[in-house]
């Protein structure tokens, strides 16, 4: 089943653009003509079209994934970067009266470009011009808007305090919307939990355009909105943080080993402490095909990479009671404020300013296929060698596998508290990327029938039934809804078990109520009862 989608997808898509493309230009003026009535010559300035000399600049800016970043990639009818929450409203009405789908982009990360990709006629709504966030130290809070980037929080909050942060992921450049919409993992995962954990309220705007908070909307929507995935129930604008205490000093170390050096033992071993280690300790494996130092040849390296709340001596002490075969050492350790652990882990050199978060620019664009898996006993030893063989299969482009450790606070949270399911019992995250420079489709096709056989591979060694995936680590090999947006539970719980387990039920009865008729949706979005 997985290999059709890909080879019917463009079929699908020529067929679609023949059909109701051809169309879409009434559909297009009708649907401009409702926005300016409602907003008289205000919106023009936020609006693009393809005559619009802008309008490929604007689209592409924020495509991660050059996989939907081509000639034959579906484009947005209709672009709006809302400089306000009305123009949302509006944009729904007349989205909704119109009969367009509606695309929403807070940072372009999604990696199967739901985001901002659709194959039937679409309006897309880029968020980047609502980013305003506003810190208030005295009460550890915030509101953020929901076209804000994750750099962008992180330096807000490092202007008002040195001893604050968020639990929220590495890459500076990714949109808070989409990452809080999914549950939202980070740096301090297994001292705080998810960023969805520390949303107190949230503004929405919803199917009929109205606007609501967390009291208007019910709890049943803010439970799904806070990892139920994005574009599904509303268009979330602003969200509502706790922040979270940090000491004035932390540390971090990134220390490399290859398979000469033991990294099979060592990845090994790392499986049977890295959740049981003190829960100010997180702890990452990154895994990547590199030079040997025998000429001509080439070997696996395992980047142990950990942040410690707190000073490297007590670090230093710690993993010597728990993890004493990484032979760690102080020479390996760095202290640094929390937001100076923000640069060094996004990969930024020594002496960066803090300037830099604030850069929305791709750090690099690429095209790229990734899944994650979740582990609940440790890989045996001739499971690593065999994941080691498939990576040397690759000759020129990038494989990475990441290991990242939960247990600690992510096991005391009830695995229903939200839609993200995957707490007590999981001793880490697999996310497993490939990423190529070819722009053919010969090559995509290689490198992600490659991922898929790496996939196949780790079926008995991860969780199942059902074998559970992250959301924001979107797949769309693990299937899609229908295109006329009439999919059976049976049909959507095959993925959406995966994603969120027996949450998906719950979701789907939010759903019902909140958007019977399925206008906000996408490839995976959750259905509501009515389309079956």
Request: proline share 5%.
């Amino acid at each position: 089943m997985n290999s059709l989608i890909p080879s019917i997808l463009p079929f699908l898509s020529m067929f679609l653009l023949s059909f109701s493309w051809t169309t879409s230009a009434h559909t297009h003026d009708d649907f401009l003509d409702c926005l300016y009535n409602k907003n008289s010559d205000s919106i023009s300035k936020v609006i693009y079209t393809p005559i619009n000399s802008s309008y490929p600049s604007v689209l592409q800016f924020s495509i991660r994934n050059l996989r939907f970043n081509t000639t034959a990639t579906p484009k947005p009818l209709v672009i709006v970067t809302p400089v306000n929450v009305s123009q949302i409203q509006d944009v729904v009405i007349c989205s909704k009266k119109h009969g367009l789908q509606i695309r929403v982009r807070s940072g372009g990360h999604d990696f199967e470009g739901l985001s901002y990709v659709s194959i039937v006629p679409f309006v897309l709504v880029d968020l980047i011009n609502l980013r305003m966030i506003n810190v208030d130290v005295e009460n550890s809070n915030a509101w953020v808007e929901a076209g804000a980037t994750l750099g962008e929080v992180y330096y807000s909050i490092a202007e008002k305090s040195k001893t604050l942060a968020f639990p929220a992921g590495v890459s500076p450049t990714v949109g808070v919307g989409g990452h809080f919409s999914g549950g939202g993992s980070g740096m301090i995962l297994r001292k705080f939990g998810l960023a969805a954990d520390h949303i107190t309220d949230a503004v929405l705007v919803d199917v009929e355009g109205r606007i609501h908070d967390r009291k208007s909307m019910g709890e049943d929507l803010f439970w799904a909105i806070r990892g139920g995935g994005g574009n599904t129930f509303g268009i979330v604008v602003a969200w509502k943080l706790n922040l979270v205490p940090v000491p004035p000093i932390v540390t971090g170390f990134n220390v490399s080993r290859t398979l000469e050096q033991n990294a099979t033992k060592l990845v090994h071993r790392w499986q049977f402490v890295s959740n049981k280690l003190h829960e100010d300790i997180f702890t990452r494996i990154f895994l990547r095909k590199v030079e040997s130092s025998q000429r001509g040849k080439t070997t696996i390296q395992a980047a142990f990479t950990t942040l410690f709340l707190g000073e490297v001596d007590r670090l230093l002490s710690l993993m010597q009671e728990s993890f004493p075969e990484l032979g760690l050492v102080k020479e390996d350790c760095i202290e640094m404020s929390w937001i100076e652990s923000v640069l060094y882990f996004a990969g930024f050199p020594s002496n960066t300013s803090l300037d830099a978060l604030l850069d929305r620019t791709p750090i690099s664009d690429v095209f790229f296929k990734t899944k994650s898996d979740y582990v609940k006993e440790p890989l045996p030893e001739i499971a690593l060698e065999g994941i080691w063989e498939r990576m040397d299969q690759l000759e020129v482009q990038i494989s990475e596998l990441q290991f990242t450790a939960y247990g600690g606070k992510m096991d005391e949270i009830s695995e229903s508290s939200l839609p993200f399911p995957h707490r007590a019992g999981i001793i880490f995250q697999i996310e497993y990327a490939v990423l190529w420079e070819e722009e053919s489709s010969e090559a995509s096709q290689r490198y992600i029938s490659w991922i898929r056989r790496l996939l196949d591979y780790m079926t008995p060694y991860v969780s199942k039934n059902p074998r559970q995936v992250y959301v924001n680590y979107r797949d769309l090999d693990l299937g899609i809804n229908n295109l006329d947006g009439n999919t059976s539970y049976k049909q959507a719980s095959i993925w959406g078990r995966k994603y969120f387990k027996k949450n998906f039920d719950r979701l789907v009865r939010v759903k019902t109520a909140v958007d019977p008729a399925n206008f906000f949706r996408h490839e995976q979005s959750i259905p509501p009862l009515s389309s079956w």
